[in-house]
């Protein structure tokens, strides 16, 4: 069965630092989303990308972030100059254009020091 | 703008027994909802979904969802709990219309079955 990854499992960078999270969507796929999970809270929007552009974003994308998909199956997050409250679990999703239930990948742990 | 209330926390439950998981939502306009579960260290996996029709919905493991609409609610149930069953459970919402179809979460239920 296909199956939304990700990579790296886990991360740990210092503040200030950029990272990129990386994943690779569901082939056939149309929609593309990156939530994030701060530990013991809920599963947050981020932002959501179709027709290789941001369809909408969250208050949380703010200008440190940014979303690309360089190619036809990669689709990554940015984040410029971490800093400690980005510290989360990131998770990945696709859904496909006849469909509604999106499928998550296992998610990046992201921890800034 | 919408949002989903999982009132609770923690929910336990003795193997073999009846097992409610509690949802109810915001939104104006109509929901499609859905139920998806998080075991440690995993990403969340999609259970069921209502989108239209049968009020009573089924989906996998033997799980089940019920939306009322006048209780704006969608409680996920079990008739015989397994103590692999022990996750996390997150109900969220997708509004339509909305062209970029994310969903919104509830906060997360944790159940625990007990053996």
């Known amino acids: 069965e296909p199956e939304v990854t990700q990579t790296p499992s886990h991360q740990v960078t210092q503040m200030g630092q950029e990272v990129i999270l990386r994943c690779v969507p569901i082939?056939?796929?149309?929609?593309f989303y990156w939530y994030r999970q701060i530990l013991g809270q809920k599963v947050e929007f981020l932002v959501s990308?179709?027709?290789?552009?941001?369809?909408?974003k969250s208050e949380i994308f703010d200008d440190q972030f940014s979303v690309e998909r360089p190619d036809g199956s990669n689709f990554t997050l940015k984040i410029r100059s971490t800093k400690l409250e980005d510290s989360a679990m990131y998770f990945c999703a696709s859904l496909a254009g006849s469909s509604y239930e999106q499928y998550f990948g296992p998610g990046t742990r992201l921890t800034v020091t | 703008a919408q949002s989903v209330a999982q009132p609770e926390d923690q929910v336990n439950v003795a193997e073999g027994n009846p097992l409610t998981v509690k949802c109810t939502y915001s939104?104006?306009?109509?929901?499609?909802l859905f139920w998806y579960v998080q075991y440690p260290n995993r990403g969340l996996q999609f259970l069921l979904k209502y989108i239209t029709g049968d009020n009573l919905v089924k989906g996998s493991y033997g799980f089940e969802a019920e939306f009322n609409k006048s209780q704006t609610s969608f409680h996920l149930k079990k008739p015989s709990a397994l103590v692999s069953d022990s996750a996390l459970y997150f109900c969220?919402?997708?509004?339509?219309?909305?062209?970029?179809?994310?969903?919104?979460f509830g906060s997360g239920t944790q159940l625990t079955v007990l053996p």
């Open positions: 939104v104006s306009g109509n929901p499609y």
């Open positions: 990308f179709y027709n290789n552009e941001i369809s909408e």
């Open positions: 969220a919402v997708r509004v339509i219309p909305g062209s970029a179809r994310q969903l919104t």
């Open positions: 082939s056939n796929h149309l929609y």
